[in-house]
């Protein structure tokens, strides 16, 4: 892998971790020493950033964090049924995978006790990867992780986590037992319906907090 794709993936992460925050500045300086890498090695990673959707160029402004508008979150949602449901229908029983999407709940249902809301949504982050992860695709994999970065910068605008991710942790151990002890195909249907709850409840929450 390649100093740029490197990047790429790193600052990708820290998008899906929610560390860098929606319409925030991203210093060229400060990053290409924090990476170690040069300022053309980094210009490069943003420039495949910006095309993903992650980042914006803005004219003698430099570069800020992307924010997505309502528009986005329902195009984000339309290709998370689309990856999500067809990889869960058709995944083989007993699927390593299983194990990191069990790993990824048992531990928000402990981080959501300690109401450390940031973390819930990470770990719900791990949780819809892992099921991604049932297609055995590390292309699917790349271009779903661009998925979930939009996906938690929608989140991080609406600035109430409590509100969004609390339903869903139940909801995922739900997905979970329906693919390990009844079919892939009832756990598809079961998380097409909770895609479709979560999808309100982030256009209701951007409705309330006057986003666009």
Same mark, same amino acid.
Not at 13 to 38: C, H, M, N, Q, T
Not at 54 to 77: E, K, Q
């Given at each position: 892998?390649?100093? @740029?794709?490197?990047?790429?993936?790193?600052?990708?992460?820290?998008?899906?971790?929610?560390?860098?925050?929606?319409?925030?500045?991203?210093?060229?300086?400060?990053?290409?020493?924090?990476?170690?890498?040069?300022?053309?090695?980094?210009?490069?990673?943003?420039?495949?950033?910006?095309?993903?959707?992650l980042?914006?160029?803005?004219?003698?402004?430099?570069?800020?964090?992307?924010?997505p508008?309502?528009?986005?979150?329902?195009?984000?949602?339309?290709?998370?049924?689309?990856? @999500?449901?067809s990889?869960?229908?058709?995944?083989?029983?007993?699927?390593?995978?299983?194990?990191?999407?069990?790993?990824?709940?048992?531990?928000?249902?402990?981080a959501?006790?300690?109401?450390?809301?940031?973390?819930?949504?990470?770990?719900?982050?791990?949780?819809?990867?892992?099921?991604?992860? #049932?297609?055995?695709?590390?292309?699917?994999?790349?271009?779903?992780?661009?998925?979930?970065?939009?996906?938690?910068?929608?989140?991080?605008?609406?600035?109430?986590?409590?509100? #969004?991710?609390?339903?869903?942790?139940?909801?995922?151990?739900?997905?979970?037992?329906? *693919?390990?002890?009844?079919?892939?195909?009832?756990?598809?249907?079961?998380?097409?319906?909770? #895609?479709?709850?979560s999808e309100?409840?982030?256009?209701?929450? *951007?409705?309330?907090?006057?986003q666009?």
């Amino acid at each position: 892998m390649n100093h @740029e794709s490197s990047l790429v993936n790193q600052l990708t992460g820290r998008l899906i971790a929610g560390e860098l925050r929606p319409g925030a500045r991203l210093s060229e300086a400060a990053l290409a020493k924090e990476f170690d890498v040069s300022r053309n090695t980094l210009r490069e990673a943003f420039r495949v950033l910006g095309e993903q959707g992650l980042v914006n160029h803005i004219p003698h402004r430099g570069v800020s964090v992307a924010s997505p508008n309502t528009s986005d979150v329902i195009d984000i949602y339309r290709v998370r049924r689309h990856i @999500e449901c067809s990889v869960l229908e058709n995944a083989p029983n007993n699927h390593p995978g299983a194990e990191q999407m069990r790993r990824a709940v048992e531990t928000a249902h402990s981080a959501a006790a300690a109401d450390d809301w940031l973390q819930v949504g990470t770990l719900n982050m791990s949780f819809h990867n892992a099921v991604v992860s #049932l297609s055995d695709s590390s292309r699917l994999m790349r271009s779903f992780g661009n998925v979930l970065a939009e996906l938690r910068l929608a989140f991080l605008k609406v600035e109430v986590l409590d509100f #969004l991710h609390a339903p869903f942790v139940e909801r995922n151990q739900e997905v979970l037992d329906a *693919y390990l002890n009844e079919s892939p195909r009832e756990a598809a249907a079961k998380l097409g319906a909770y #895609l479709g709850d979560s999808e309100r409840q982030v256009l209701g929450a *951007y409705a309330r907090a006057g986003q666009d």
